[in-house]
Antibody, heavy 115, light 113 residues
Framework: QVQLKESGPGLVQPSQTLSLTCTVS????????VSWIRQPPGKGLEWMGV???????DYNSAIKSRLSISRDTSKSQVFLKMNSLQTEDTAMYFC?????????WGQGVMVTVSS | DIVMTQTPSSQAVSAGEKVTMSCKSS????????????LAWYQQKPGQSPKLLIS???TRESGVPDRFIGSGSGTDFTLTISSVQAEDLAVYYC?????????FGSGTKLEIK
């Protein structure tokens, strides 16, 4: 059974760095890509970036300078780090992956940027 | 970046009615080599993660009711719900995966009268 679960701090101060973890089960990170998507409260979806099965990454150009996605295949974890957070980065953060023709999303983690 | 434009932003219909919603892309999503449109439709119910309904513009995912119909090609796409049910209350997003960054439309909120 494929599952993805996001974890991280619920509150981050402005200008600080956000660190999130996506823990996956039921699939291999060396065979499947994992994407990060975020959604500000009451707004639409924004694709942030992806780490491919070969470890390569692609990022949304709008936030590329602040974003880093990495992984630890031995722990089945994917990491998101984004620096210089501002209030507009307040959002629900999701990770998602494809496996065997189906797409799976985590439940999301709410991150609030506030002092 | 490819811009995705969805209309209308919201729509209210009665159960049993047919509803259509539009998604237009700023460039063609049709890849000439495989003749596939790199367009997906998602359903997001209140308080839930998005759920993939349709990929390749018209291919329903496993378990998706056949009342959900995706159509279109190139830059113009449509999601039709042939007979809306109360449980279809949700926001529907289109997404292009023709090129990175992947981009979503702003969504169509479906309300049930």
């Amino acid at each position: 059974q494929v599952q993805l679960k996001e974890s991280g701090p619920g509150l981050v101060q402005p200008s600080q760095t956000l660190s999130l973890t996506c823990t996956v089960s039921g699939l291999s990170l060396t065979s499947n890509s994992v994407s990060w998507i975020r959604q500000p409260p009451g707004k639409g979806l924004e694709w942030m970036g992806v780490i491919w099965s070969n470890g390569g990454t692609d990022y949304n150009s709008a936030i590329k300078s602040r974003l880093s996605i990495s992984r630890d295949t031995s722990k089945s974890q994917v990491f998101l780090k984004m620096n210089s957070l501002q209030t507009e980065d307040t959002a629900m953060y999701f990770c998602a992956s494809d496996y065997s023709g189906d797409e799976y999303w985590g439940q999301g983690v709410m991150v609030t940027v506030s002092s | 970046d490819i811009v995705m434009t969805q209309t209308p932003s919201s729509q209210a219909v009665s159960a049993g009615e047919k509803v259509t919603m539009s998604c237009k892309s700023s460039q063609s999503l049709l890849y000439s080599e495989n003749k596939k449109n790199y367009l997906a439709w998602y359903q997001q119910k209140p308080g839930q993660s998005p759920k993939l309904l349709i990929s390749w513009a018209s291919t329903r995912e496993s378990g998706v009711p056949d009342r959900f119909i995706g159509s279109g090609s190139g830059t113009d796409f449509t999601l039709t719900i042939s007979s809306v049910q109360a449980e279809d209350l949700a926001v529907y997003y289109c997404e292009q995966y023709y090129d990175t960054p992947l981009t979503f439309g702003s969504g169509t909120k479906l309300e049930i009268k």
